[in-house]
Structure formats: C-alpha cells, structure tokens
Nanobody
Framework: QVQLVESGGGLVQPGGSLRLSCAASGSFFSLSTMYWYRQAPGKERELVAVIGSGGYTNYPDSVKGRFTISRDNAKNTVYLQMDSLLPEDTAVYYC?????????WGKGTLVTVSS
C-alpha cells in the first residue's frame, strides 16, 4: 500500500510561484510513474504533469513552460514547481502514482491564484 501526501498549496498572487510536494510512503517509488493532476470547481480533473521512472516528463500546452515536475527518489518525493501563475490555475492539485497494476492518489492540496 502506498500513501501520497501533498503539501505546498496556498494563496498566491497572479504571476507568483509555488512549489508543491508529494511524499510517498511504501516501496518501489523509483519504479513508479508519478503524475500531478488538478481539478477546478465545476470542471473535470485534468493532467498537468507526468514524470516517468527514467525521468521522462510531459506537460499539456496549458502549463508548458510554466510548470516543472521533478522527483527525488532518495526522498520518495515528487515536486511541481509552478511559475507565472494565472487565476485559471486555481484548483485542487492531486498527486498520483502508477506502477504495473497499482494506482494511488493523494487527497490533494488547494492552490488559489488571486490578487
């Protein structure tokens, strides 16, 4: 069983930055593909970043060039650096871990971008 705990959310002004963290318990973190998703009020949950076990990363156009996903396998932690934040980035951000048939989600952390 893997538990994922997100942290780092909060209130930030437009144009500002935040770094989210997702700490994973359990084994095999380094073998897992890690994701960040977000869900804004009244909208579907959407993928914002993915990092593979080998370090491959991918982003949708909506965040490309502004968000950066990274991982520290020694700390069992994945990060999401968010720069040049926009009001439309306001959402609950969720961490996800996938390996083989195993699929885990965190409970989310709220990011609010507002002046």
């Amino acid at each position: 069983q893997v538990q994922l705990v997100e942290s780092g959310g909060g209130l930030v002004q437009p144009g500002g930055s935040l770094r989210l963290s997702c700490a994973a318990s359990g084994s095999f973190f380094s073998l897992s593909t890690m994701y960040w998703y977000r869900q804004a009020p009244g909208k579907e949950r959407e993928l914002v970043a993915v990092i593979g076990s080998g370090g491959y990363t991918n982003y949708p156009d909506s965040v490309k060039g502004r968000f950066t996903i990274s991982r520290d396998n020694a700390k069992n932690t994945v990060y999401l650096q968010m720069d040049s934040l926009l009001p439309e980035d306001t959402a609950v951000y969720y961490c996800r871990s996938r390996r083989d048939y195993f699929d885990y989600w965190g409970k989310g952390t709220l990011v609010t971008v507002s002046s």
